[in-house]
């Protein structure tokens, strides 16, 4: 089939995209061809550093835009900020998280504000507002859910209702904005530890529930949004678990 999505000098933008996954993400669509715009909310020397990189591998591929996606009024802004960068926009990758413990009786409607706004609200407002230009150019979203949207993690109540909306956030934009925009998941399982760390015992209980018994590499995530953006032309509104095969038996 002729692909229906030639990512060629296309532009793509990623929220969360200074570092781990989204920075995985960013050098593999970079590598096939896209343009690439890095936004950060705090990692100004990251997302900067990597774009420094990416242009030095091929000029002017790359920018970094900076916004707070909690302020949802302006993600309007960030859109077309983003869209005039290069002249247009192709792609937005929904990556930007939040990812803490809420343990019931503990849980403070701040918890439920930022995990639900970085992980739901704010990919629906991106979503919405990049929608005219992807329809236009025939585009798409990526989102990144996790495997917890179906299966929940201990005492991580608010981040699991959250992914678990953006799942179905997945679904329905597919049915909505189709034909011209496919909106497609990629549910990552354990990639690299949490940034706040688990004990040995804990990464070796969670060891055990992997098929292929060990963990993933943020570039098995950008492989995967790679397939999607350029090979996927009959794909949309599908989730894929990029898990080791966790899922299978967890």
């Given at each position: 089939?002729t692909?229906i999505f030639?990512i060629?000098d ?6 969360g ?7 995985a ?6 590598d096939a061809g896209?343009?690439v ?5 705090n990692?100004?020397a990251e997302a ?7 242009n030095?591998?091929r000029?002017?591929?790359?920018t ?5 996606l ?5 993600l309007?802004?960030l859109?077309?900020?983003?869209a005039?960068r290069f ?7 929904n ?9 019931v009786g503990?849980i403070t409607?701040?918890?439920?504000d930022?995990?639900?706004?970085s992980?739901l609200?704010?990919p629906?407002f991106l979503s919405q507002?990049?929608?005219?230009q992807?329809?236009k150019?025939?585009?798409q ?6 495997i917890y949207?179906?299966?929940p993690?201990?005492?991580h109540?608010?981040y699991c209702?959250?992914?678990a909306?953006?799942a179905?956030l997945?679904?329905s934009?597919?049915?909505e ?6 909106v497609?998941?990629?549910?990552p ?8 760390g688990?004990?040995e ?8 529930q ?6 993933g ?6 492989r995967?949004a790679l397939?999607?953006?350029r090979?996927?032309?009959y794909?949309t509104g599908?989730?894929i678990a990029?898990d080791g095969g966790?899922s299978?038996g967890?």
């Amino acid at each position: 089939m002729t692909e229906i999505f030639d990512i060629h000098d296309r532009v793509a933008l990623i929220s969360g995209g200074a570092k781990r996954v989204g920075a995985a993400i960013g050098r593999r669509l970079h590598d096939a061809g896209m343009r690439v715009i890095v936004h950060y909310r705090n990692s100004a020397a990251e997302a900067q550093e990597l774009a420094a990189e990416l242009n030095t591998r091929r000029p002017d591929s790359a920018t970094t835009i900076s916004a707070d996606l909690l302020h949802y009024e302006q993600l309007d802004d960030l859109i077309e900020a983003a869209a005039a960068r290069f002249g247009r926009l192709d792609l937005l990758i929904n990556n930007a998280s939040t990812f803490y413990p809420t343990p019931v009786g503990a849980i403070t409607g701040s918890d439920w504000d930022d995990l639900l706004g970085s992980n739901l609200k704010a990919p629906l407002f991106l979503s919405q507002a990049a929608a005219p230009q992807l329809r236009k150019n025939r585009g798409q979203i990526i989102n990144i859910v996790d495997i917890y949207a179906r299966k929940p993690l201990q005492e991580h109540t608010v981040y699991c209702v959250a992914k678990a909306g953006l799942a179905m956030l997945t679904l329905s934009l597919a049915r909505e904005l189709g034909p011209p925009v496919r909106v497609n998941g990629i549910a990552p399982g354990a990639i690299i530890w949490p940034e706040q760390g688990l004990d040995e015992s804990s990464k070796q209980a969670m060891l055990d529930q992997i098929a292929l018994r060990t963990v993933g590499d943020p570039d098995d995530i950008a492989r995967c949004a790679l397939y999607l953006a350029r090979d996927a032309a009959y794909v949309t509104g599908q989730i894929i678990a990029v898990d080791g095969g966790r899922s299978l038996g967890w």
